[in-house]
């Protein structure tokens, strides 16, 4: 996949960019947002689930009620079968379910808080939703030509979890450029992301808990970005954990950095994966 590649089914989301109803626009950056993230794990949403979408938008249906015609479209046996050989079915579920938690006010930075972003996401998708991993694992990354990040051993991801979250919530933005804080923020999701705490699921995971702390903090970010630019954000966590000191690699945040800088303070980086390949 590349970064010129259109992501199925955002244009048509995109007309609602400057209605001239605030309430539309904003349920459709949301169900954008969704939508694009799928692209981490390279899945696309059917046609179904975008409809249902457009309903949610122009106000016939409620948020709660897409979930519901999601669950009870995949109790076929047959759509869910054919859906099943493309995981389909996952980027509908997840990406209905995305739409729901971006569409709540709420959020707490804690570790039980990011647990819990991983089990609403993924209940019934993963059977290990909302499950701390209990097994090593490697990802072979086309970034880093089939290399793999070092991810957290499993026998101390609650205690690094519980650590990272918790430096964080002592941490002070107070009197921070706009050019620290995206750096100090950037380095601290860097950080959640490489503990991969969970089987699959988390960059999609940690994506939203991100948008939702940045809401926290009273950043009004056009989260656009991540359903434009979710691979390349996938992309950006990996080599902000990836050392190969023979090969002369170290972890660079930059990347990161400029992704962030684009959401949050009207940056203009031309955000291409291919650029950050090692």
Do not use: C
């Not at 499993?154 to 990272?164: G, N, R």
């Not at 750096?183 to 959640?192: K, Y």
């Not at 002369?248 to 962030?260: A, K, N, Q, T």
């Amino acid at each position: 996949m590349t970064d010129d590649e259109k992501i199925e089914g955002l244009a048509e989301f995109g007309e609602y960019k400057k209605a001239a109803d605030p309430g539309k626009s904003e349920k459709a950056l949301i169900w954008r947002t969704a939508i694009g993230l799928q692209k981490v794990d390279d899945l696309t949403t059917s046609s179904y689930l975008r409809g249902t979408a457009l309903r949610n938008i122009e106000g016939e249906i409620t948020i709660e009620e897409t979930g519901r015609i999601i669950s009870e479209y995949y109790k076929s046996r047959s759509i869910r079968e054919e859906a099943a050989k493309t995981r389909t079915d996952e980027a509908d579920i997840v990406a209905q379910r995305i739409a729901a938690l971006l569409s709540e006010p709420t959020f707490t930075l804690s570790v039980p808080s990011y647990i819990a972003i991983h089990r609403k996401l993924f209940t019934g998708v993963f059977p290990h939703a909302g499950k701390i991993r209990d097994y090593n694992i490697t990802k072979d990354e086309w970034v880093l030509n089939n290399d793999t990040v070092r991810y957290e051993s499993w026998d101390v991801i609650a205690d690094t979890l519980e650590y990272d979250i918790s430096k964080e919530k002592e941490f002070s933005y107070k009197g921070l450029s706009v050019e620290e804080t995206i750096s100090h923020f950037s380095r601290f999701i860097a950080d959640l992301w490489q503990i991969h705490a969970f089987g699959e699921g988390n960059t999609r995971a940690t994506a939203i808990f991100a948008i939702k702390y940045l809401n926290a903090l009273g950043f009004k970010a056009d989260n656009d970005l991540f359903a434009e630019k979710a691979f390349y954000f996938r992309n950006a966590l990996v080599r902000a954990n990836y050392t190969n000191l023979p090969k002369g690699i170290h972890p660079d945040l930059v990347y990161l950095e400029r992704f962030f800088t684009n959401l949050l303070a009207s940056g203009n980086f031309d955000l291409k994966s291919r650029e950050l390949r090692v």
